[in-house]
């Protein structure tokens, strides 16, 4: 019995965020030139985020999908068939009195998706998830709410800032471009690679 999307989507967050946390310990140790020592805190904490956030941006890209669909239905004529008539499909005649067939069929809708990219990766979405991210942290740290509220005024735009640097073209060829069934293989290779930086920033906060 397949597992509800959500419940699925939440498990392969999971795990890319543990894979690229270990990523990241390890790399931010051979940088540093000092032996690798696992920190096992913060991989629980991205872990816990991990879990915490799916759901949120799991609801968050369905309303995405409904209020800017990337599709949508348009009117088209063709030539008609033989077929056509056998099958009960409606027929009219065209300008030029041909035999033509008028069909529904789905063309993609690029103001929308332009919307839905802009909306997700440039305003609400990063806005969102880098907020999250802040103060899951800081909670987990034990901070007080001013310095929660200090980390949010001082790191959340550079966080913003270097998210356009992967985000905003990923986004754009996952919605675009790749067929449904490999968006996710997708969307999780770019999602390991930022990942390995929130490990690394979070160590600085």
Not at 62 to 90: C, H, I, M, Y
Not at 104 to 128: P, Q, S
Request: proline share 5%; charged share 20%; with cysteine.
């Amino acid at each position: 019995m397949p597992l509800p999307p959500i419940v699925s989507s939440c498990l392969l967050s999971l795990a890319i965020g543990c894979v690229s946390n270990v990523i990241a310990q390890k790399l931010k140790a051979y940088s540093e030139g000092v032996p690798f020592v696992f920190d096992q805190k913060l991989f629980v904490q991205f872990a816990v985020v991990a879990v915490v956030t799916t759901p949120v941006n799991y609801h968050w890209q369905g309303w995405l999908e409904r209020t800017f669909p990337g599709w949508k239905p348009v009117k088209q004529k063709r030539a008609a068939t033989s077929d056509d008539a056998e099958k009960a499909v409606v027929v009219k005649d065209d300008d030029e009195n041909k035999r033509a067939v008028e069909e529904e069929v789905r063309v993609r809708d690029w103001w929308n998706v332009f919307r839905k990219w802009f909306t997700d990766c440039i305003t609400m979405g990063a806005l969102l998830n880098t907020t999250m991210f802040l103060v899951l942290m800081g909670y987990m740290e034990s901070k007080t709410w001013a310095q929660i509220g200090n980390n949010l005024r001082n790191d959340m735009w550079p966080i913003i800032y270097d998210s356009y640097k992967v985000w905003p073209i990923a986004n754009f060829f996952s919605t675009t471009y790749c067929p449904v069934e490999r968006r996710i293989v997708f969307l999780s290779f770019c999602g390991l690679i930022w990942n390995v930086y929130l490990t690394i920033a979070a160590t600085k906060l």
